[in-house]
């Protein structure tokens, strides 16, 4: 009796495999070589890579540009140009490519006014439902009227993303880099004294996020970070803290042409030394923010947007508390 | 026979490929789509994810449109368009009932004996691979093919084919009552535009969500590095001045 159920199921196994012998197939690469030649020759524009390009202008004001407690309003002008290049070599390997030029500048506290140059590349393959990536990031800071300020960060990432349906995933991603500044001492012993090297900040973090479209309207995203600074300040480790971010964020389609975004940040800092002013207890700032706004498709390629935004500084230490508005209205072209 | 089903349930877990590939799922959906999964069943809204089995049907609305993929690589994919009605007569091979409306379709990804047909009450269009429109309006289907060949079959109201012919690309074909064929057509700009639209529609499908994949170096994230970053000039100056304030008060004390 038993050899017949262990004959059934084998028949059963096996006639699954001949049903179903496409998923098995050996010659699963040219599988791959067909379809990609197939696809070509479906394309009018053959496209074998996928390169979109954005450019935006953008004015508001900012309440609080140096985010100190007295607080320091002036309007802005921004600039920002994107590019972003996608590429599928054989095997299922992907190259993405992504750079960002963006130009912030201030009407009246011009030490703030900077330029960001950004580029992000990175490897990924798809195994099965997962999505694996590496790649490395690079920013450069550059303040045309205040040299202290210019600084550049670069770290290296690797992410896992797993798609649990088309509507659904979620992604672990670790970031290993540092910061510096070009010019800018690191603090000595005490405050107000410099060391000869440039201050620089190395970092490592952790970041889980989850994704959702509810509807084809509602779409959600959590994301959770945690982060390591460690700095070469001497001072109380001026720079040294743990931090937690946890950020949730609604976006939802109102129209077929009008979308609202929101998004909220909770950040809690607790510095390794630093002390708040005549106590004896560490320094543990918390950083509320939100953001709410709307996206404004004039038609397919120009958006008008308008945001706002609110920033909150929590802290026992009175020489750091602070708070902030920026309101921010612009348009971006699509090209 | 509980063996059986142990045996028939851990086949099913296996091989999971074995139910995609016998239904259809919605993948994408814009405005308003109802879905109608048996005939006896009511209608009722359309949902991503959800899986249609043969003789489900799908209508959609006035500035509304439901995409279905036949595999899971999304290389057989098809797009009803806004006032259209399909009834999905086998899932596979794929074989669609167009009574009413318009659709596109792109098939990639067929084995060898298998085709691809959208039928409707004057014609039956289909291929092994390659990507058409097919639309019925006003007792007239009408074919539009942008690649490579769509076979032609007219019907006549009985459902008997009338006349077979095979479609070149850049062309389009009227097939009218009774299953006569009109005459064949160059394709205009405005075909080609609204071809290319779907393509880029069908790459953005396929490509998914890629700037999520790059969401790490978000500009977002990146300025709010450099704000935070530019208040630390500010605290260390405001730190040494609070110091020094202290200092020359303890100064003034002990004098």
């Known amino acids: 009796m038993q050899r017949k159920y262990i004959f059934l199921g084998s028949l059963i196994v096996v006639i699954n495999l001949l049903v179903n012998s496409n998923c098995f197939s050996q010659a699963k690469e040219e599988e791959e070589e067909k379809a990609q030649a197939m696809r070509q020759l479906l394309s009018e524009k053959p496209r074998p890579y996928r390169l979109t390009t954005d450019a935006g202008i953008f004015s508001g004001y900012d309440s609080n540009v140096n985010l100190s407690p007295t607080s320091k309003g002036d309007m802005f002008e921004e600039f920002l140009f994107s590019l972003n290049f996608s590429k599928r070599w054989k095997n299922g390997l992907r190259f993405n490519f992504d750079y960002d030029l963006n130009d912030l500048s201030y009407n009246e506290i011009t030490d703030a006014s900077n330029l960001l140059n950004h580029l992000r590349f990175g490897i990924d393959k798809e195994i099965s439902a997962f999505n694996i990536g590496i790649g490395y990031d690079f920013s450069y800071f550059y303040y045309p009227f205040n040299a202290e300020g210019t600084f550049f960060i670069h770290k290296g990432f690797f992410y896992i993303k797993n798609n649990l349906s088309r509507s659904l995933y979620h992604q672990l991603l670790f970031e290993a880099g540092a910061k510096r500044h070009t010019e800018r001492k690191a603090l000595s012993d005490a405050i107000g004294t410099f060391q000869d090297k440039e201050l620089t900040n190395d970092r490592h973090s952790a970041e889980y996020s989850v994704g959702a479209a509810l509807s084809p309207k509602l779409s959600l995203k959590f994301r959770v970070k945690f982060l390591i600074n460690d700095s070469n300040a001497r001072y109380l480790d001026f720079y040294d803290y743990k931090s937690y971010e946890v950020s949730p964020s609604v976006n939802y389609k109102l129209t077929k042409r009008l979308e609202l975004h929101s998004n909220f940040s909770y950040l809690r800092k607790s510095y390794e030394s630093r002390q708040v002013t005549l106590t004896t207890y560490k320094q543990r700032d918390q950083i509320y923010s939100l953001g709410i706004g709307m996206t404004y498709k004039l038609h397919k390629n120009n958006t008008l947007s308008l945001f706002y935004a609110y920033r909150d500084n929590s802290t026992p230490e009175s020489l750091e508390k602070y708070n902030d508005h920026v309101i921010t209205c612009g348009w971006q072209h699509n090209f | ?255």
């Open chain 2, 1 to 255: 026979m509980k063996k059986i089903l142990v045996v028939f349930i851990f086949t099913l877990l296996f091989f999971p490929v074995t139910i995609f590939a016998q239904t259809a799922k919605i993948i994408d959906i814009e405005g308003e789509v109802l879905v109608k999964k048996e005939a006896s069943l009511e209608w009722q809204k359309a949902k991503i994810d959800m899986l249609l089995d043969k003789q489900s049907e799908v209508k959609t609305q006035e500035d509304s449109y439901c995409t279905l993929a036949f595999d899971e690589e999304l290389r057989n994919i098809l797009i009803i368009k806004e006032n259209s009605h399909i009834k999905i007569e086998e899932v596979k091979p794929g074989n669609i009932f167009l009574p009413e409306g318009r659709v596109f379709t792109l098939i990639e990804n067929l084995s060898k004996h298998e085709q691809f047909q959208i039928r409707t009450p004057t014609a039956i269009a289909g291929a092994r691979g390659t990507g058409w429109i097919t639309a019925f309006f006003d007792n007239k289907a009408s074919v539009f093919c942008f690649v490579d060949t769509v076979y032609i079959q007219g019907l006549d109201n009985s459902g008997k084919i009338t006349g077979e012919m095979d479609l070149p690309s850049d062309n389009g074909l009227d097939i009218g009552d009774g299953g006569l064929f009109g005459e064949m057509f160059s394709l205009t700009d405005a075909n080609y535009e609204e071809w290319s639209d779907f393509m880029d529609y069908e790459g953005d499908l396929r490509e998914g969500d890629e700037e999520e994949v790059l969401d790490g170096g978000s500009l977002e994230d990146l300025r709010q590095e450099q704000r935070e970053d530019q208040g630390q000039i500010g605290q260390e100056i405001r730190h040494n001045d609070e110091e020094s304030r202290q200092q020359q008060q303890q100064q003034q004390r002990v004098q």
